[in-house]
């Protein structure tokens, strides 16, 4: 049909095209548009305007007998191929008055107005349908708006505006459809902002817990601290209270002292200060100690090794009657307290220089108060005394009458006291940093014993 221009032959073909497309329409199976349509579609771009009548015929019937033809006609590029004609036909650079001075069956234009009627009839049924894609006709609705512009046959006019309003009020329908959609969502995003505004007013109302719980935390705390102090203020009363008890004994110790001082029982008449008794001067202890006068007598010792423990006993032995040493310790500062120590012997017992109290050749035969508080015999220190630091005066009472030992700090009777001294004694000092010292103040023999029972006295048995 397409080559041949006998007009009986092309009509019989024509006719022969028509019916099988019918039987293609009316068959119940599966049907490949594509394939069925492409011939058809040959047939309607072809520039012999009979053949393309019988294409444009054979198509309008198709999509009219079965829809789904349409899609098949946009799938295998109708809108492109018209495109494509539209730009040949109706060049860009062509003006207006070109085209008014031409005409469409011009030998420099491949499709005559038949043809070019024959697509966009086509066309306008197709896009009647609905079945178009925006973007498979953006080539083709592109170059209808431009050769609108230009001067044309009042058909082909008319053709392109009635496919551009039937466009436009697609997309007006388009617009409505989006504006009903949106309005069609208004109750949702209201439902949402609901949704959200209760989500924040839980969070807020969750952070506003979370803060409560806080400050509930902190108020615990808080009375927790209470508590912690006024537990610490209770121990710090009860402290006070101990200290106030030892005021009050050393009080009644004092107030003691006082009355028997008031009472002229202690001094004047009924002391016997000491004028014969001084240091032993050893040969064995130059190496480590040096002795010095005090009102003529040697009363006082100095240290002159480092770390190296020296005893220096009285010369006076102890049997009987009552005894007491005062001494005074200087430069042996340690932690606060004398570092050096005053105490008894047994009088036979052989002393070596230098001499560490606390070995188990010298523990049982020598006791000593120490600055630390301590009184240490027999290997083990005792503490409940108090400690005495450099220049405080430290007292020993020695009673051999009662077979005693009492002790004394600033005049201060102390709770630890021996018991059962039956050897014959001597008084002693212990000192051992270099340049240390200790000096006897005071000694005397007494009538009367100052010592007496005083709360909560712990004795150690000699």
Not at 62 to 90: C, H, M, Q, Y
Not at 101 to 109: E, F, G, H, P, R
Not at 258 to 273: E, P, V
Not at 333 to 338: D, E, H, K, R, V
Request: with cysteine; hydrophobic share 35%; proline share 3%.
């Amino acid at each position: 049909m397409l080559e041949t221009t006998n007009p009986r032959i092309r009509t019989l073909c024509g006719a022969l095209v028509e019916l099988v497309q019918q039987i293609g329409t009316e068959s119940k199976q599966k049907v490949e548009w594509q394939i069925l349509l492409s011939p058809l579609i040959q047939l309607l771009f072809n520039q012999d305007d009979g053949i393309s009548e019988i294409g444009k015929q054979s198509l309008l019937k198709t999509v009219g007998k079965n829809p789904e033809a349409l899609f098949g006609l946009v799938e295998i590029g109708l809108f492109d191929r018209s495109a494509e004609v539209l730009e040949i036909t109706f060049p860009q650079q062509q003006t207006a008055s070109q085209s008014s001075s031409s005409s469409l069956q011009n030998a420099q234009y491949q499709f005559s107005q038949t043809v070019v009627l024959n697509i966009l009839e086509v066309i306008e049924k197709v896009i009647r349908s609905g079945s178009i894609n925006e973007q498979k006709t953006a080539k083709f609705v592109s170059n209808l708006s431009r050769i609108k512009q230009l001067k044309l046959p009042k058909q082909i006019k008319s053709a392109i505006g009635a496919i551009l309003f039937i466009l436009q009020d697609d997309d007006d329908e388009e617009e409505d459809r989006k504006e009903t959609s949106q309005l069609e969502k208004i109750p949702e995003l209201i439902e949402q902002q609901k949704a959200t505004l209760e989500v924040k007013q839980l969070e807020q109302k969750l952070r506003e817990t979370e803060e409560q719980l806080y400050f509930t935390e902190e108020k615990l705390k808080n009375k927790d601290n209470q508590l912690i102090r006024t537990e610490e203020r209770a121990r710090n009363m009860e402290d006070g209270k101990n200290q106030s008890d030892q005021r009050i004994r050393e009080l009644e110790n004092t107030q003691y002292f006082q009355q028997q001082y008031n009472r002229g029982q202690i001094f004047a008449a009924q002391r016997n200060i000491d004028q014969i008794a001084e240091l032993e001067d050893s040969y064995g202890r130059q190496s480590y100690v040096k002795l010095e006068r005090v009102d003529g007598l040697l009363r006082k010792a100095i240290a002159i090794k480092d770390v190296h423990p020296v005893v220096v006993p009285l010369n006076k032995v102890m049997r009987d009657g009552i005894h007491r040493i005062t001494v005074k310790f200087q430069k042996c500062y340690n932690q606060g307290s004398a570092f050096g120590a005053v105490g008894i012997v047994e009088a036979s017992h052989r002393i070596t220089c230098p001499c560490n109290t606390e070995k188990d050749n010298h523990n049982h035969h020598m006791l000593d108060y120490a600055g630390n508080g301590c009184v240490c015999f027999k290997g083990i220190g005792n503490k409940g005394n108090s400690n005495f630091k450099i220049g405080e005066p430290v007292t020993l009472e020695l009673n051999m009458d009662k077979k005693t030992l009492h002790f004394f700090v600033n005049d201060m009777q102390q709770p630890f006291f021996v018991r059962g001294i039956n050897d014959a004694v001597k008084f002693y000092g212990q000192i051992a940093q270099n340049n240390s010292s200790f000096t006897i103040t005071l000694l005397e023999e007494l009538n009367t014993p100052i010592a007496k029972h005083v709360t909560n006295e712990i004795a150690l048995n000699w």
